[in-house]
């Protein structure tokens, strides 16, 4: 090989080396952190990007405040996304959404503005100057504080309660203060003798004592005083529920005949309702006695030991007393209302 192929060859392979090396260089990405003048809510950013090279610009703020950001470049290729409270997926999109973005933070943390050149500008190994405006304004939000109920002093109490009340397998939450907002301390059994410290009446009405164990040096801690009792002492037993009011007698005129179901008379009905009981009797017009009948467990039977016999048609009952008697009862009048 000639001299002059030679140095051609060596030329060829420096070139590649160098373009290599500023392609490697150009991919990389950097980090900003974006710091304001003494006394200014906002900064101007001049700079410069290189073919794939991406720029992210860090600035922290508070939720509540509000970020503006506005890019300019002589490059329509440059574009900007931000990325807000640390979120990986972009709040906004300059190459859809244009260069400039304002929004009122709901995160307090690092929101990133991000800085490339679009795909087709870095694969032509494009550079690009640009101008970032950045501005954070507003006061950050401040937490609502959560209001602590104020314990209202009791007369002093017992000196030792005991655990009753709780369902089986259930625990009372011991907590850190008078309250079920405050965290839970210990949780303790039905039967767990407590040393008492006193007892206090909440804001919202609940009466919280402070107890703790009996162990010496035992952690002390607030809870409800519903679940207290003296040592030894057995709680109330439950009221019963009152027992439900019988129903009034309800009293009706039936059809009924004699010898024929031709049903040709009206006759006196009344049912008494006992429970799940009913007495009913029934008078024949113009008759000395009356018929008692009981049903029970859908049962008819005689108080006069009569044959009888029963059966529904409809909404009534076909009842035949005897031989002889008819009668026709609503099902309406055999039902406690």
Not at 222 to 242: E, F, I, K, M, N
Not at 304 to 316: C, D, F, H, K, V
């Given at each position: 090989?000639?001299?002059?192929?030679?140095?051609?060859a060596?030329?060829?392979?420096?070139?590649?080396?160098v373009?290599?090396?500023?392609t490697?260089?150009?991919?990389q990405?950097?980090?900003?952190i974006?710091?304001?003048?003494a006394?200014?809510?906002?900064?101007?950013?001049?700079?410069?990007?290189?073919?794939?090279?991406t720029?992210?610009?860090?600035?922290?703020?508070?939720?509540?405040?509000?970020?503006s950001?506005s890019?300019?470049?002589?490059?329509?290729?440059?574009?900007m996304?931000?990325?807000l409270?640390?979120?990986?997926?972009?709040?906004?999109?300059?190459?859809?959404?244009g260069?400039?973005?304002?929004?009122?933070?709901?995160?307090?943390?690092?929101?990133?503005?991000?800085?490339?050149?679009?795909?087709?500008?870095?694969?032509?190994?494009e550079?690009?100057?640009?101008?970032?405006?950045?501005s954070?304004?507003?006061?950050?939000t401040q937490p609502?504080?959560?209001p602590?109920?104020?314990?209202?002093?009791?007369?002093t109490?017992?000196?030792?309660?005991?655990?009753s009340g709780?369902?089986?397998?259930d625990?009372?939450?011991?907590?850190?203060?008078?309250?079920t907002?405050?965290?839970?301390?210990?949780?303790l059994?039905?039967?767990?003798?407590?040393r008492?410290?006193?007892?206090?009446?909440t804001d919202?009405g609940?009466r919280?004592?402070?107890?703790?164990?009996?162990?010496r040096?035992?952690?002390s801690?607030?809870?409800s005083s519903?679940y207290?009792?003296?040592?030894?002492?057995?709680?109330?037993?439950?009221?019963?529920?009152?027992?439900?009011?019988?129903?009034?007698?309800?009293?009706?005129r039936v059809?009924?005949?004699i010898?024929?179901?031709?049903?040709?008379r009206n006759?006196?009905?009344r049912?008494?309702y006992?429970?799940?009981v009913?007495?009913?009797?029934?008078t024949?017009?113009?008759?000395?006695?009356?018929?008692n009948?009981?049903?029970?467990?859908?049962a008819f039977?005689?108080?006069?030991?009569?044959t009888i016999?029963?059966q529904?048609?409809g909404?009534?009952?076909?009842i035949?007393?005897?031989?002889?008697d008819?009668?026709?009862?609503?099902?309406?009048?055999?039902?406690r209302?």
């Amino acid at each position: 090989m000639s001299f002059c192929n030679r140095w051609i060859a060596l030329v060829w392979v420096y070139v590649a080396v160098v373009l290599a090396l500023g392609t490697a260089a150009m991919a990389q990405s950097r980090t900003e952190i974006v710091r304001f003048p003494a006394g200014f809510s906002s900064t101007v950013l001049d700079d410069t990007i290189f073919a794939r090279e991406t720029v992210d610009y860090k600035i922290g703020a508070q939720a509540g405040q509000r970020l503006s950001v506005s890019l300019t470049s002589s490059n329509p290729g440059v574009s900007m996304d931000v990325f807000l409270g640390g979120s990986v997926t972009a709040d906004f999109v300059g190459r859809v959404s244009g260069g400039s973005y304002s929004t009122r933070l709901r995160k307090s943390g690092d929101q990133i503005i991000r800085v490339q050149l679009e795909r087709s500008a870095a694969q032509r190994g494009e550079i690009a100057d640009f101008r970032l405006n950045v501005s954070v304004t507003g006061a950050p939000t401040q937490p609502v504080p959560v209001p602590t109920p104020t314990p209202k002093p009791l007369p002093t109490d017992r000196a030792f309660w005991e655990v009753s009340g709780l369902r089986p397998n259930d625990m009372l939450n011991m907590r850190s203060g008078p309250g079920t907002n405050f965290r839970i301390l210990d949780t303790l059994a039905n039967g767990t003798v407590l040393r008492n410290f006193g007892c206090a009446v909440t804001d919202g009405g609940s009466r919280w004592c402070e107890v703790s164990r009996t162990a010496r040096g035992a952690q002390s801690g607030w809870v409800s005083s519903r679940y207290l009792v003296a040592v030894g002492q057995v709680p109330p037993a439950p009221t019963p529920p009152p027992a439900p009011k019988p129903a009034p007698p309800q009293s009706a005129r039936v059809k009924c005949s004699i010898i024929l179901p031709i049903f040709d008379r009206n006759c006196d009905a009344r049912a008494v309702y006992d429970g799940s009981v009913v007495q009913l009797t029934l008078t024949y017009p113009g008759a000395a006695t009356k018929r008692n009948l009981i049903l029970k467990d859908g049962a008819f039977s005689s108080l006069e030991r009569e044959t009888i016999s029963a059966q529904p048609l409809g909404s009534q009952y076909l009842i035949v007393l005897g031989d002889s008697d008819y009668y026709l009862v609503p099902a309406s009048l055999l039902q406690r209302n």
